[in-house]
């Protein structure tokens, strides 16, 4: 079992910058591939960038490419999302996830555990 909380969300204004943290309790964390999602209000949640187990592969959403960086630091079981020129269309609410696996996903089918979730709203 793996238990994910998310912190690092709030309100910014367009062109400003974040950072989501993701901390994980449980079994081996360092073993796990992890990724973001995200959900708008109305709209059924995307993925937003994935990694794996060890920080060296790393995938994003087209929609974020460029201004998002994703990163862990496995001695402090911890994923992170650096938000930089972030958009309206970036209001969401941001979702943690761990798969089973060594590898990270773009496919929400292949996440096992979840976090809460922290709300970003970005104003224009």
């Known amino acids: 079992q793996v238990h994910l909380v998310e912190s690092g969300g709030g309100l910014v204004q367009a062109g400003g910058s974040l950072r989501l943290s993701c901390a994980a309790s449980?079994?081996?964390?360092?073993?796990?591939?992890m990724g973001w999602f995200r959900q708008a209000p109305g709209k059924e949640r995307e993925f937003v960038a994935t990694?794996?187990?060890?920080?060296?592969?790393?995938n994003y959403a087209d929609s974020v490419k460029g201004r998002f960086t994703i990163s862990r630091d496995n001695a402090k079981n911890t994923v992170y999302l650096q938000m930089n020129s972030l958009k309206p269309e970036d209001t969401a609410v941001y979702y943690c996830?761990?798969?089973?696996?060594?590898?990270?996903?773009?496919?929400?089918?292949?996440?096992?555990?979840w976090g809460q979730g922290t709300q970003v709203t970005v104003s224009s």
């Open positions: 996830a761990a798969t089973a696996t060594a590898w990270g996903s773009s496919n929400m089918d292949r996440y096992d555990y």
């Open positions: 449980g079994r081996s964390f360092s073993s796990n591939g």
């Open positions: 990694i794996n187990w060890s920080g060296g592969l790393t």
